[in-house]
């Protein structure tokens, strides 16, 4: 039977309504898929980014045996591209399948080549085309969790550890929002401290209500509810990913920051989670030494790129110099300007 099946033609298709519910089951046991290869991306990236999306899915003999999300971004400040996934951190092919893997990359490149992008991007956990230009700008930082909260305590190195007890010791609350305001918010200002445009409330309300009980909203306030950081956070099988986060200048002299992923972990062992995924950074920031500081090791993100109209890879990013005038420029911005130009702009970088 095995025989019989393998020896079928893989026929790729665009995914259609009545299919996401197969596609979904896929992913979810598929060892390469992930939480950015669900189904829901797709009107997700084309209602409220605007982007036109290309999610095939390759079968044999009727069974799926791998997909590939990928969206166009038109920009005129960054240009034109498709990828697999804007706005997601892991991509590319979930197959194991090696004859389904080489036909969705082959339409992708027919599809990539007809809409004449300038380039085509996977945004590979593992790498897969060593001879493609990649990007080594990004890594991850993922660990398992300990079965019980004082092991994750001890697992943290003691001087991130004596942090965390600082927010216990300061009376700070963490608590599980049933909207989005108090972590935009949160999240608002923050990205416009660090010059950087941010998504829209929209968005965040549009991934609590897709994604429902694996996206969650967690935020830490004072004794007396005062906010001081936020994050939102989604779960996929037995793993925990906090995406977006943010913090007020407050937090930091009260180890907010802090508290919140230790009260995360602890949040994350209530639902059975064995992994926590800190999600990826960027080589020599902020946010990279944080997540070192907790322990973590990062593995580099296999993200590869073929060319068509361009002679390198796109820097689409804060650490690329020529951006640091628009930094500093949007660091000035009035909160209220900052909120309501930065969807348009954040939509074209993906």
């Not at 990649?134 to 300990?146: I, M």
């Not at 956070?233 to 943010?246: H, K, M, N, Q, V």
Request: with cysteine.
């Amino acid at each position: 039977m095995m025989r019989d099946f393998v020896a079928q033609p893989v026929v790729v298709r665009r995914l259609e309504s009545t299919d996401r519910a197969r596609w979904d089951a896929f992913v979810r046991t598929c060892p390469s898929g992930s939480f950015f290869h669900l189904s829901s991306w797709q009107g997700l990236i084309e209602t409220h980014q605007g982007h036109d999306t290309y999610f095939l899915m390759a079968e044999r003999g009727g069974e799926i045996v791998g997909v590939l999300p990928l969206a166009e971004v038109k920009s005129r400040l960054f240009g034109h591209s498709l990828a697999s996934l804007p706005f997601c951190v892991y991509g590319g092919v979930a197959s194991e399948d090696p004859a389904a893997i080489a036909a969705l990359e082959l339409e992708a490149d027919r599809i990539a080549q007809r809409l004449g992008v300038a380039h085509l991007e996977y945004r590979n956990v593992l790498p897969r085309h060593t001879d493609w230009p990649n990007q080594d700008l990004y890594v991850t930082f993922r660990k398992r969790l300990e079965a019980d909260e004082e092991a994750n305590m001890a697992a943290i190195p003691r001087k991130q550890r004596a942090m965390v007890r600082k927010g216990i010791k300061n009376g700070l609350i963490a608590s599980r929002d049933a909207d989005v305001d108090r972590f935009f918010s949160v999240y608002a200002d923050n990205v416009r401290r660090h010059g950087t445009p941010a998504m829209s409330r929209r968005w965040f309300a549009a991934l609590m209500d897709a994604f429902g009980e694996d996206c969650e909203v967690m935020t830490v306030t004072t004794a007396d509810g005062a906010s001081l950081s936020s994050v939102l956070s989604f779960y996929f099988r037995d793993e925990i990913l906090p995406y977006y986060a943010g913090d007020l200048p407050a937090a930091r002299d009260l180890a907010a920051n802090d508290f919140k992923y230790w009260s995360l972990m602890q949040r994350a062992l209530e639902r059975e989670c064995k992994v926590f995924d800190y999600g990826r950074s960027k080589v020599g920031t902020g946010p990279y030494a944080f997540k070192k500081n907790w322990g973590f090791e990062p593995t580099p993100l296999a993200y590869e790129y073929r060319l068509f109209k361009r002679d390198s890879i796109p820097q689409n990013n804060p650490m690329n110099p020529k951006y640091r005038a628009f930094i500093a420029l949007w660091q000035r911005l009035p909160l209220a300007v900052a909120n309501r130009l930065g969807p348009m702009i954040v939509r074209n970088l993906g």
